[in-house]
């Protein structure tokens, strides 16, 4: 066996590099290789030159019925339903979030609802003693609640503890950046610690039929640190989003082997710890009893749950040489986009005016079908006229100027049909049942009309 040699390894993506440089070749980020102890080279089984040979493994075919696994529900309809409908056992969950937006106050509420609920919860936390964490349940109202707590980083002692007796249904990890294996030199939270550790949790997890939940810091760009292999390696993502000036949290999640992707739950911070929100599309709503220029509703789908949330824009005159583009929960390249389609194919000159586009209540939008009710936005604080507050817009739009189709039209209909809305504006194309939805709904094809006819409301003539 070769004599195992030092290799620096890029702590954003993973690659590893024979020598220490500045920048990494790989993802280019700076400043990012750590030294760790590489292991030796050793041969593969089943080479001419391998003294020993793998084993056949006996295939299967694709036929055949496979039990549904059953789910551990946690009694938390928002998170069940961003889980895909609880818990599977053996499953590993990875859940990443900024410092203080309620990460750990959720996994402890969890926790609790599971145990009470007769299954055994494990909570070891890397960040805070054992103390902190009684406070933190005291303040909850769950100090009696039958959940295991310890305060370790050793791996080793971790699954000893795990081995020991019955598996538990559901193991806590706070966080996975402070875990720390014996048989590895480097400091925790780098690419190798990460690696070990992980691996080592979602194999006893496999094995012993408990679900585990992996805390995992993010970066300055809302990502959670360390390699992806970490992402690829659990079964589920979920990512605890909000805005600190803002009471909501929204779990969404990025991945899901056993559910649906892009789903989200939502939460709303109290003095009691994190509240479930069975109406989200209220709290997203800004005052509709006195409606003002630069507010539109949209009316979007997330996962597959229909919410309508409030877009606002402003634009005004700039005094500056290149105008000021600033975007709140949504994409700033979707908006500089839908500026030049504005400017290119509706004639709306924005050139010399700054433009600022919010998402209210600190939702974050990714879905292309927000591109009218953004359109509508902005030519209503251009022209300085108010939109109908009973009305909603969804549509997405192309560097032609053409209204794209947008999917679950009737779901978005109906929830903005629930909420008391009267009519909608709506891409041209995409059919709907007429008799499922009341709404009073207009279609249109080509932006420039609808710019047209928005701008004329402040000369009265719409």
Not at 70 to 87: K, N, Q, S
Request: proline letters at 5%; charged letters at 20%; hydrophobic letters at 40%.
């Amino acid at each position: 066996m070769a004599r195992a040699s030092n290799q620096y390894v890029c702590q954003d993506c993973g690659a590893a590099h024979s020598r220490w440089v500045g920048k990494c070749t790989a993802c280019e980020a700076w400043n990012s290789l750590v030294e760790e102890a590489g292991a030796a080279a050793f041969t593969p089984p089943g080479t001419p030159n391998s003294a020993r040979k793998g084993n056949v493994i006996e295939l299967e075919s694709l036929a055949g019925s496979t039990e549904e696994m059953p789910r551990m529900i946690a009694r938390m309809p928002e998170l069940d339903r961003v889980t895909g409908g609880g818990f599977v056992p053996g499953s590993a969950i990875l859940i990443g979030g900024e410092p203080g937006i309620g990460k750990s106050t959720l996994l402890l509420q969890v926790a609790s609802a599971l145990a009470e609920t007769g299954r055994t919860a494990m909570y070891f936390s890397g960040e805070e003693a054992t103390a902190q964490i009684r406070l933190r349940a005291q303040r909850l109202g769950l100090e009696k609640a039958p959940v295991a707590i310890a305060a370790e980083t050793n791996l080793g002692n971790i699954l000893a503890t795990l081995r020991k007796g019955k598996a538990p249904d559901l193991v806590i990890i706070d966080s996975v950046q402070t875990l720390w294996s014996d048989g590895l030199d480097s400091a925790p939270g780098t690419v190798s610690q990460l690696r070990a550790t992980t691996q080592s949790l979602i194999r006893f997890a496999k094995s012993k039929g408990s679900a585990i939940l992996l805390v995992g810091h993010v970066t300055k760009d809302g990502q959670i640190a360390g390699p992806k292999v970490i992402e690829h390696m659990v079964d589920t993502v979920l990512y605890f989003e909000g805005d600190r000036g803002h009471p909501f949290r929204i779990l969404r999640s990025i991945k899901n082997r056993f559910g649906p992707t892009d789903e989200i739950g939502v939460f709303e911070m109290a003095e009691k710890g994190l509240v479930e929100v069975e109406n989200p599309s209220e709290l997203f709503l800004g005052d509709r009893d006195n409606p003002s220029p630069g507010a539109a509703v949209f009316a979007g789908i997330e996962g597959t749950r229909p919410i309508l949330v409030e877009i606002q824009a402003l634009v005004a005159p700039s005094s500056l040489g290149t105008p000021r583009r600033a975007v709140i929960g949504w994409e700033p390249n979707r908006l500089s986009m839908l500026l030049a389609v504005l400017e290119a194919r509706a004639g709306l000159a924005l050139g010399a005016h700054d433009v600022y586009l919010n998402v209210a209540g600190g939702l974050k939008i990714t879905e292309p079908a927000a591109d009218l009710a953004a359109a509508a936005a902005l030519v209503s604080s251009f022209s300085g006229c108010a939109l109908p507050s009973d009305r909603v817009y969804f549509g997405e739009i192309s560097l032609s100027g053409a209204i794209r189709a947008s999917a679950h039209m009737v779901s978005r209909l109906k929830e903005a049909q629930k909420l008391g809305f009267k009519s909608a504006v709506i891409p041209n194309r995409g059919e709907y049942e007429n008799d499922a939805v009341t709404l009073a709904t207009e279609r249109i094809g080509e932006l420039k009309p609808f710019v047209v006819k928005c701008a004329g409301c402040a000369e009265g003539k719409d």
